[in-house]
């Protein structure tokens, strides 16, 4: 896949120096730059598609770690922590959250102040040494689809290398793995990919890469000492789901090394009111829009539970076909769900534990069903 390439950069004067905004400066000199005192200017005011094609490098003057939204009372949680180095993505899916999320600030961002972020992390893992901590890029950005432009993982890989008590995910539907292969994550950092039913992936996931791509990018960094991971999320009850995903599940898993899959995910698609209009107002019919939701514990809707345990369990009866020792979790789900796909229900703290020790998590492998 080609790497993406802003149409504007914008940047806030007071970061004009910042290493972040000289480096991208040298890379992208024939593209276009203003410097704004308020990079609220770049904002194009109701065209998200237009603010997927300007990048901004200003300062994060909030949070950057937060727990994982799935930490909702009501539904297993694998106490993930969430770090947002960048917001918003250049790619196009049609059921991507952000679209509700970031509706009204819709230019990729970059922020300039990294070591600020590295300093909260940095906080965390050394108040408590005794817990390790499992850390994503990936919530409101994919991980590296602007890293051929940032390096930003050049810093993060050998910042966690070091970190005995936190793990680094890197969460991306994209190939660009270029600036992890000569570096050493020393156990410390899992590279994984988003993943869909083949028809979803074709119809619904504009400007990613191909199911063929991203695997030999997976490839790629396995064979470079990275433990990989993968997400199937989120699962779509579509017609032809079931050969759909069981395609992909060959796929893919035949040719890794599991033994070096790090984790996989099962998520059902969740949907708020802002997302489902979001989708209704796109250009193309949504393939995501054709499944009936109900509502859930957390006021969003999802397949009903009946199906998703159904997908689920066929989903992890293919994957322990080919290896039962990777380690397999259902995201976002409540107890009761867990227990059917699983044969039971483990604490928040156990799915914590076995998802940093990378360990299967203790779950019937049955074929029956
Ligand atoms: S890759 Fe992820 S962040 Fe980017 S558009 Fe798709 S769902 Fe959204």
Not at 13 to 26: C, F, G, I, K, P
Not at 193 to 205: C, K, V
Not at 222 to 229: E, L
Not at 340 to 358: C, I, M, N, Y
Request: glycine share 6%.
């Amino acid at each position: 896949m080609t790497p993406w390439m802003p149409s504007a950069l914008w940047i806030e004067r007071s970061e004009a120096e910042s290493d972040l905004a000289r480096r991208l400066r040298a890379r992208l000199p024939a593209v276009p730059l203003r410097m704004v005192d308020d990079t609220a200017e770049a904002e194009p005011a109701g065209d998200f598609a237009e603010g997927k094609r300007r990048l901004v490098v200003k300062r994060h003057r909030g949070t950057f770690l937060q727990h994982c939204p799935a930490g909702t009372p009501g539904l297993v949680c694998c106490n993930y922590l969430v770090v947002s180095f960048a917001a918003n993505c250049p790619f196009d899916c049609s059921y991507c959250f952000l679209q509700d999320y970031l509706a009204n600030n819709t230019a990729i961002k970059a922020f300039s102040n990294v070591g600020d972020g590295l300093s909260e992390i940095d906080a965390v893992l050394r108040a408590h040494p005794d817990r390790t901590f499992r850390i994503g890029t990936g919530e409101l950005a994919d991980s590296l689809a602007l890293d051929h432009l940032t390096d930003l993982s050049r810093e993060l890989v050998p910042f966690f290398a070091e970190r005995p008590n936190g793990l680094l995910e890197l969460k991306t539907k994209s190939t660009g793995v270029d600036n992890l292969l000569d570096l050493d994550p020393k156990e410390r950092t899992v590279v994984s990919w988003s993943l869909n039913a083949t028809r979803i992936m074709a119809t619904e996931e504009d400007g990613t890469a191909s199911l063929e791509e991203r695997l030999h990018a997976a490839r790629r960094v396995q064979a470079a000492g990275y433990r990989v991971g993968f997400h199937f999320d989120p699962i779509i009850a579509h017609e032809g789901w079931e050969d759909g995903y069981r395609q992909v599940i060959e796929r893919v898993f035949r040719r890794l090394d599991t033994r070096r899959v790090a984790w996989v995910s099962l998520g059902s698609l969740r949907m708020t009111p802002g997302l489902k209009a979001a989708i209704k107002a796109r250009p193309n019919p949504s393939l995501v829009l054709t499944g009936e939701l109900v509502p859930g514990p957390d006021g969003k809707e999802r397949a009903w539970r009946g199906l998703r345990v159904k997908i689920y369990r066929r989903m992890l009866d293919w994957l322990q076909q080919i290896d039962a020792r990777m380690p397999v979790y259902v995201c976002m789900e409540p107890p009761g769900v867990w227990s059917k796909v699983f044969g039971q229900t483990p604490s928040d703290r156990e799915v914590a534990e076995q998802l940093v020790a990378q360990r299967p998590l203790a779950c019937r492998v049955s074929t029956a069903r």
